[in-house]
Structures are given as structure tokens and as C-alpha cells.
Nanobody
Framework: EVQLVESGGGLVQAGGSLRLSCTAS????????LGWYRQAPGKEREGISC????????LYSDSVKGRFTISSDNAKNTVYLQMNSLKPEDTAVYYC????????????????????WGKGTLVTVSS
């Protein structure tokens, strides 16, 4: 089992920046992906970004591409999400996610049969 702990959410004005962090612990194995989902009030959960710990390949949803940057520190089993040019529509609870793979198949999806979730961190962007 994998445990994920997020940090870094908060309140920011539109156009501002925030950085989220997520540290994984437990039975991660050697090859996996870490990334982020978000869920806004009244909306479905949306996969927004992921990164592979083996080759560093990153994926982004169209909604955040060009504004958000995902990175990782494999030695610390930690993934970061730098969020710039934030918009009110970015307001959501952001959840760290773990699995063996991720893919952009219409929507960004984590899969592999070893899902892990953080408890979420709230990001609020005021207009």
C-alpha cells in the first residue's frame, strides 16, 4: 500500500502562483507514476498531470498545459506541481495520485491496478 501526503494548497488571487507537493511512502516499487487529479465543486474529477519516475515523461491535461509544471525528486519520492497564471476555474481540491502508468486518452488517466490517493489539498483562486 502507498501513502500519499499533499501540501501547499491555499488562497491566491487570479494570476498568482502556488506550488503543491506530494510525498509517497510505503510499497511504491521501482517503476510508477505520480501526479494530480482535481475536483471542483459540482464537477467530475479531472486528471491534470503526471510524471514517470523512471523516464521523467510528463503529461498534462489541456486545461492546465502551459500554466502548470510537474516535476519530481525521485530520491525523496516527491512530486511537485508548480501552478502559474492561476484562474478562478482552477479552484478545486487537488489530490495526489499514484499508479503504475498514466495516459492521455481523451482525459488524463492513471491505471495499472495499484491506485493510491492523497486526502487532497484545497486551492482557491479569487477573482
Amino acid at each position: 500500500e502507498v501513502q500519499l501526503v499533499e501540501s501547499g494548497g491555499g488562497l491566491v488571487q487570479a494570476g498568482g502562483s502556488l506550488r503543491l507537493s506530494c510525498t509517497a511512502s510505503g510499497s511504491t516499487g521501482d517503476d510508477y507514476v505520480l501526479g494530480w487529479y482535481r475536483q471542483a465543486p459540482g464537477k467530475e474529477r479531472e486528471g491534470i498531470s503526471c510524471i514517470s519516475n523512471t523516464n521523467g515523461i510528463t503529461l498534462y491535461s489541456d486545461s492546465v498545459k502551459g500554466r502548470f509544471t510537474i516535476s519530481s525528486d525521485n530520491a525523496k519520492n516527491t512530486v511537485y506541481l508548480q501552478m502559474n497564471s492561476l484562474k478562478p476555474e482552477d479552484t478545486a481540491v487537488y489530490y495526489c495520485a499514484f499508479d503504475l502508468y498514466c495516459a492521455a486518452l481523451g482525459t488524463l488517466t492513471f491505471y495499472g491496478g495499484m491506485p493510491g490517493w492523497g486526502k487532497g489539498t484545497l486551492v482557491t483562486v479569487s477573482s
